[in-house]
């Protein structure tokens, strides 16, 4: 085992580990603020997505920058912001990262996830990261943080303690104690100590994302033959590998792109997609969810950006994050919802008019199965068709989810 979980040395030599080219980017993002449509803008976003090197990362650092990696589902990137560091979402190696060294450490029975973040440290691929950050959203998340402290104990990895009890006086007062154990860390890391004033400002800043994202889900709800679900899903993904700074004003141009374009809405089944809150699905699977036939309406991709609709600022800036982690009313399947399950489903069926719902689930990922369970029995009660379908990361065949999804679609056509 202690073999297993040695590094590989030297890590770029690793080049076995890598399908494809590495990309390289400028120091300032200057591919991104050129970029003069949204096709080039998906077409860099492909790029970047495809080279599990972190292209974003490495780019930032040529520019002296250091960058912190941040598991799914919830971090508080604005925390890491403040100290002028990258927070860079980790969500997997996705189909181009070959798991060797990770499947003989970790057992069979376990997320895709897991497996390739840990490869992807065990072969070198998180160089450009100088710190970890993972929160307690499961068992395997967990152990995920201990194994890291193992294998690269010269970068310092921290483990988020989440509340769950929303009720409790002691919830908040919690999770700031977490945030300052975080930040202690991020003082000895970069050598400077913490302002409340400057969280205040990243803040406003992750906000600022936050509404442009909601604006992008709201035209996808609203207005879906506008925008193509993949293109949708690239353009939030970048925003948790770009500084903010560069997405902002990105993700400004493509929306107002989008908006102008006169696509009318095809005849399609409008449904939520439950379950990819952590593990992300391949772009292919979420093109052949529209391909047969639906629209997503509401989903839960790439949760960073909205497990919230906004922080107040309020005095302390501390306690304004802890107060909208535990307030939202966004439910995921590693967070308890401030009302039940059941209802929440039902809440977000009629916010989005959905018709049905594909749960999408990570293979082997017990918080969106445990979900499933109780989803359902709310579901049939209201007599709502579902689809349950599992995915891997390194999912190349469809065939079966093709198959499954075209009998959804007609079930509700011809029901
Ligand atoms: S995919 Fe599920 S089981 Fe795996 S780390 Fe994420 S939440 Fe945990």
Redesign the pocket.
Known sequence: MADLLAIQDPPPERADAVEGDRVELAADFREFGDAHSIEEILRLAREVLGDPTFPTARAWRKAGGRAVGC???YTPQEIVHSFGLLPVALSGGGENLEISRADAALGSF??S??KSTLEAALTGLLEPFDAYLFPY?????RN?EGIFSRVLPSRPSHMLHLPQNFTSPSAIPFLVAEYRSLIAKLERLTDRPFSPEQLGRSIELFNEQRALVARLAALQRDAPGKIGLVEYYLLRRLGGLLPREVHIPLLRRALAEIERRERKNKDAIPILLVGP???QPTLDLLQLIEDVGCYVVGDELQMLHHWCPSIVPGPDPLESLATAYLRTPVDI??RLTPTTKGAAIQARLDAARAQGVVFLT?K?????LEDVVLYRRALEHRRVPYLHMEFEEKSTTYEQARLQLETFVESILFD
């Open positions: 598991f799914p589902v376990l997320c996830i897991s959203i499961c068992d395997v998340s995920l809150f952590c593990e399947g590693v990570a082997f990922c017990e918080p969106a």
